[in-house]
């Protein structure tokens, strides 16, 4: 079985567990919790597994992969049914945009050891750190709002009427934003497919809840 090193709260986790749901794989979570004892990230156990002290990692039998798109992308091709891509170059490309401009450009600036640093090191106020993350976010979104109006190839998702890479990395962002009280008047069409998102088992069951201590 499949087995997923998973912070039930990271975008990056998220992203994969809608993809494997979306793919009907069953898989083990073992959970990797970024804020008990000093991050178990840093654990000489999980550095084994995966040196950048990143989550998600999926073990595949003896084979390690990480980074949650290349992770989606093996999936993807080790599993064709309900793909994940669309197969005309053009589209597969303008998908893979979508993306990458959520999990390269706009979710690093906003990752949790981002904002740590912004208060822990440099010691910005929890006001300023807000400011920052409520920045980057609208530039972010107004962006992608854009770029789909534009294009107008968004159906009840981000490019048709079925759900690709584009829309599994922007149900995390705008769960995210939400999050931190952001305001997303401005983004209907973001707004739109991220509910019709929401209604997929596959994003129900991917849901971020917290774990139950025993």
Known sequence: MLKLYDYYRSSACFRVRIALNLKGLDFQTIPVHLVNNGGEQFSE????????????SLMDGNRILTQSLAIIEYLDEIVPENPLLPENPYEKALVRAFALAIAADLHPLNNSRVLKYL????HHSEEQKTQWYHHWIAKGLTALEKQLTSLNLS?????????TLAD?????QMYNA????????????????DENCQKLAAVKKAWPTEPVTQ
């Open 119 to 122: 208060t822990n090191e440099l």
């Open 155 to 163: 159906g009840d998702f981000c490019f048709g009427s079925q759900p």
């Open 168 to 172: 599994i990395c922007l149900v995390p």
């Open 178 to 193: 939400r999050r931190f009280a952001c305001n997303l008047d401005h983004y209907p069409t973001l707004v739109r497919i």
């Open 45 to 56: 156990a999980y550095q084994k597994i995966n040196p950048q002290c990143l989550v998600p």
